[in-house]
């Protein structure tokens, strides 16, 4: 026997699902308690903090070769601005801005890089900071993901394969482009070659000569610079000199780019694995040229 019970109508909850959120990346329509975008895969909890606050965050693309040092660049740049003594600090919004740097710095006191970021963009990490100068009176918010190397080169050789690549570096205000010094010291030019391709993706998604990609801010970022002592010391002649293409695409194309040099660790031991091909890890970590691109790129923000 089924005994009697008044049951309550919590239909005022539907309510909530017909006002729908749009994705900060792509635009697209989506449930308040949708976790990730349904169209690019972005997630979700970007469009709730911009929807919070007045000021929206500029996007910067990070991009570059698979294995090039993107994660492990961001994340150590996110610990480098987190400190007081610095003189452009950022202060993490959300929880999920964390992640990145929490991952690297771990890894690096166990003597390791990162692992590799996945193909599937949900499971990238983003940051999205609000970043502070003594010489500015307002804070600006920036937002940056870290995107996997061989998804940026399927986006590129294949247009649209990922939708939410295409959709902010159409919407970012710069890029740091990174680029392997190390495979171009040893004559390699796959680097070079990648690298023209970004750069030419790049000004095919907005060439417009007022806002395009032409007038935006570009640092292109020689990683590992630790193993040649050249490209340290000049990093403009040294792109010159082992990646003519690159420098040749920028002077013609992108009239706000400028070179650095970069590297996390002062000295790596190299080992060939049978299942993983040949590995690194960092011995000594010391941070070189990390904060300089991105404050570069703040500082050029701010002019426009």
Not at 35 to 44: F, G, N
Request: glycine share 6%; proline share 6%; charged share 20%.
């Amino acid at each position: 026997m089924t005994k009697a019970a008044i049951q309550p109508l919590e239909s005022y909850r539907l309510v909530q699902y017909v006002v729908p959120i749009p994705c900060y990346i792509c635009g697209s329509d989506n449930t308040y308690d949708a976790e990730y975008c349904q169209l690019c895969l972005a997630p979700m909890a970007l469009a709730h903090q911009a929807n919070s606050q007045n000021v929206q965050p500029k996007m910067l693309g990070v991009i570059g070769a698979s294995g090039v040092g993107k994660t492990v660049y961001l994340g150590m740049l996110m610990d480098m601005l987190s400190q007081p003594a610095m003189s452009i600090q950022a202060l993490a919004r959300g929880a999920f801005s964390i992640t990145m740097q929490q991952n690297t710095v771990s890894a690096l006191a166990r003597c390791a890089f990162p692992r590799k970021t996945p193909n599937e963009p949900d499971r990238w990490n983003w940051v999205h900071c609000q970043v502070r100068r003594p010489e500015q009176r307002q804070d600006m918010e920036v937002l940056m993901p870290d995107m996997a190397g061989e998804a940026i080169l399927e986006e590129v050789d294949h247009p649209h394969s990922f939708r939410i690549i295409s959709q902010f570096l159409n919407k970012s205000m710069g890029a740091m482009v990174l680029i392997d010094a190390s495979q171009l010291k040893e004559g390699s030019r796959d680097q070079d070659f990648f690298s023209m391709k970004l750069l030419s993706y790049l000004s095919e998604l907005d060439s417009g000569r007022r806002h395009g990609w032409r007038q935006r801010p570009v640092a292109l970022i020689l990683t590992k610079a630790d193993c040649c002592e050249e490209c340290r010391g000049d990093p403009a002649s040294f792109a010159r000199d082992h990646a003519a293409g690159l420098w040749q695409l920028c002077q013609e194309r992108f009239g706000c780019h400028r070179f650095f040099a970069a590297s996390v660790s002062g000295s790596c031991l190299s080992c060939d694995t049978l299942t993983e091909g040949r590995l690194h890890f960092p011995l000594r970590i010391e941070p070189h040229g990390i904060v300089e691109p991105f404050k570069w790129l703040v500082e050029q923000l701010e002019r426009k």
